[in-house]
């Protein structure tokens, strides 16, 4: 059994498209086809529902494919093991961060990339449900993602810092660390969040649900950018982590005030799966993770 079939099995599952799943492998369609035909044949079991397009998996499919990916998995873990014994990693890194936490991805890239020259990295934005997924599929090697609300089973995690949050309002004025705002208050205001399918929208919710408030956004979005572009256009305010500040540092159309709060909500951090034995790449991650946390310990 070839692992270049495995790979464009597991592929196709993933994309569902024939012509995508190709271009992902950097094959020819009738390439990618030809070979799982031929994998079809050595296993004596049809894997793939199609007629003239990808319909999906069979039964015997979907029972092969999380053996399919382990196996590639163990095969990629093998050869950075051997290649770990001659010095630094090679090879891409592919890591899924929650929108929350893409402020840190820079310092994450900058110590990964340091101790390990030969490799680059590849960075996805994802929900935390779609991280733990492609930590599980073996689709990505770490993960960003919250540590203390709906957390992550069956994975080895180093926290990074805890998060707290402010308010963003159009301000002619430039008002930047001016008295906190209470959650009331911020209620009150015609605001744009994330959508409820983003964990820091639930977390935000469940954390106003506990002062005994609710609130209907006037708009919502998957990404703070899109948030930030609204509260611009001098209509709305909105809500986002602290660490954006760094982000937004300057400009002077933005009035930033802390919001009050006893505690910060909740840890972020960097996660791999909980697996023996563990990929040097997912060893490199939290390597990495703790040399980060060493330098700016969590509140």
């Known amino acids: 059994m070839q692992l270049r079939a495995l790979r464009y099995f597991v592929t196709l599952a993933r994309e569902q498209h024939f012509a995508r799943a190709a271009e992902a492998c950097g094959v020819t369609q009738p390439t990618l086809s030809s070979a799982l035909v031929a994998l079809e044949e050595q296993l004596g ?41 001659e010095g630094p990693l090679h090879g891409e890194f592919r890591l899924g961060a929650i929108p929350a936490a893409m ?29 733990v997924r492609a930590i599980e599929a073996y689709e990505i090697d770490a993960g960003v993602t919250y540590l203390d609300h709906e957390s992550p089973s069956h994975v080895i995690s180093v926290p990074l ?27 009150r205001q015609p605001l744009c969040l994330l959508h409820q399918g983003m964990q820091n929208r639930r977390i935000l919710d469940g954390l106003l649900s506990a002062y005994g408030i609710s609130v209907t956004p006037r708009a919502t979005a998957d990404s703070y950018i899109a948030l930030l572009a ?12 602290e660490r954006y500040l760094d982000l937004i540092e300057g400009a002077r159309w933005a009035g930033i005030r802390p919001i009050s709060m006893d505690v910060p909500v909740s840890r972020i951090g960097v996660i791999v799966g909980d697996r023996a034995p563990l990929d040097p790449i997912a060893a490199a991650a939290l390597d990495c993770a703790r040399r980060i946390a060493s330098d700016a310990p969590i509140d």
């Open 230 to 241: 609204m509260v611009r256009s001098g209509e709305l305010a909105t809500v986002m982590p």
């Open 45 to 85: 079991k049809r894997l793939v529902e199609r007629d003239r397009r990808y319909i999906g998996l069979t039964e015997e499919g979907r029972a092969m494919l999380p053996w399919a990916q382990q196996l590639l998995a163990a095969h990629e873990g093998m050869v950075h093991a051997v290649e770990a014994l």
């Open 103 to 131: 402020p840190c991805i820079g310092q994450f890239t900058r110590t990964l990339l340091s101790r390990h020259p030969g490799m680059t990295l590849s960075v996805r934005s994802q929900t935390s449900r779609e991280i």
């Open 161 to 187: 810092y805890a998060e707290r949050y402010v308010f963003v309002s159009l301000n002619a004025d430039n008002q930047h660390g001016s008295n906190e705002i209470v959650w009331d208050e911020v209620a």
